[in-house]
């Protein structure tokens, strides 16, 4: 397996849980998976072996990649545990989401629920502080994620977010595309988005 030839080295994903996740979402999960592998890109993510998460995490394992799986102890029996790859277990979430934070060097947030979403606007927050300048990409196959977007939006023309936000994170429609954009995202210093001032 040949190495990367530039950044990242290591990518989180963030993803659903669900064993009853769309078909087409698995696959797409496990093409990325197995995109990275190839790649020579290491996959840091929640250490289960259910949904787009374990789909995710078999096909970067089975194509040779190098993977490592981050669970609460309370979840490894919910998530069900994929002890194939190296997998750490941590005391809680919020444990689990740090161990995720500091061993990535880029974010994909793929289609899910409540859990993806708030650690998707967690990492967007710290971005908007200035306190990473880490690349997050979203996978958004048929708008899944447009209902945030236009919250953003929103957000933006009632002043409560600055245009600068823009720059914290970028969308891509197709898997193929994902790691691509994950790597053309300038490298540097933080974006620190300034605070909306009332004119």
Not at 84 to 106: G, I, L, P, W, Y
Not at 181 to 190: K, Y
Request: aromatic share 10%; with cysteine.
């Amino acid at each position: 397996m040949s190495a990367p030839s530039r950044r990242p080295y290591s990518v989180c994903v963030y993803c659903a849980s669900s064993g009853a996740s769309p078909t087409e979402l698995i696959e797409a999960a496990a093409r990325f998976g197995e995109i990275l592998a190839r790649a020579g890109v290491r996959l840091v993510y929640g250490g289960g072996s259910v949904g787009l998460m374990g789909a995710c995490a078999r096909a970067a394992h089975e194509a040779g990649g190098k993977v490592l799986g981050v669970i609460p102890g309370f979840l490894t029996e919910h998530e069900v545990a994929y002890t194939r790859v190296e997998t750490v277990v941590v005391s809680n979430m919020h444990e689990r989401k740090m161990r995720m934070f500091e061993e990535a060097d880029a974010f994909a947030v793929l289609p899910g629920a409540i859990g993806t979403l708030e650690e998707a606007i967690e990492l967007l927050s710290w971005r908007r502080l200035g306190l990473h300048a880490k690349p997050i990409v979203f996978f958004n196959p048929g708008g899944f994620w447009d209902p945030l977007f236009t919250l953003f939006d929103q957000w933006q023309g009632m002043h409560l977010l600055p245009p600068e936000f823009a720059l914290c994170w970028s969308q891509v429609t197709d898997i193929d595309d994902l790691l691509p954009a994950l790597r053309a995202a300038p490298e540097g210093e933080p974006v620190v988005v300034p605070i909306v001032q009332k004119a």
